[in-house]
């Protein structure tokens, strides 16, 4: 297995590694930014109608996914830390805080995986062979307040994204490639 950059020798390479995770996770939280900003109708784009049902969901699972990225236990190669350092949750309130639990909670739980327990789904057998399956609640852990919130959270995450990244740049020198 590949030796983490934190167990590395050398502050050049943990500062490189660090960067490098600091620039990805700026730019899945990007990703989240624009389409909950799509979503939402924020920062001059069109929200999309209620009636458009299956783009909302889309956004939220895109929203959802790329907002969790950055906290969810990513392989860490030579060059790139594994994980954000901790110190980001410092700057989010205590709502703010709880509510990035539960995104990654409902990641978990209802996209990146199928937990039974979530869909309440049903099996009714109709007039023929195939069970078609019902489901109680559609995914909507997510409230528009919830996702209103999620953008805030984003918000300062980029900021905090953006301090570490001019921090770590003042270790750099024009020119420098890693």
């Known amino acids: 297995m590949t030796e983490a950059p934190e167990n590395q020798a050398g502050p050049a390479l943990k500062a490189q590694a660090r960067y490098k995770r600091v620039i990805i996770a700026f730019h899945d939280l990007s990703e989240c930014r ?3 900003n799509r979503l939402l109708g924020l920062n001059g784009e069109q929200a999309v109608p209620r009636s458009d049902n299956v783009l909302r969901q889309a956004l939220i699972a895109a929203a959802v996914a790329s907002y969790v990225r950055p906290f969810s236990g990513n392989r860490p190669a030579p060059d790139v830390e594994a994980r954000l350092p901790v110190d980001f949750e410092e700057r989010l309130s205590q709502s703010q805080l709880d509510l990035h639990r539960r995104v990654i909670r409902v990641r978990n739980r209802e996209f990146a995986h199928s937990d039974p327990d979530v869909s309440e789904v049903k099996a009714s057998i ?3 062979p195939l069970a078609m399956p019902v489901s109680n609640i559609p995914r909507r852990s997510l409230t528009v ?11 300062e995450l980029h900021r905090y994204l953006h301090d570490q990244i001019m921090t770590l740049q003042t270790g750099f020198q024009p020119g420098d490639s890693f």
Do not use: F, H
């Open 34 to 36: 624009s389409y909950l």
């Open 126 to 128: 109709q007039a023929g």
């Open 145 to 155: 307040e919830d996702l209103r919130t999620l953008d805030s959270v984003c918000s």
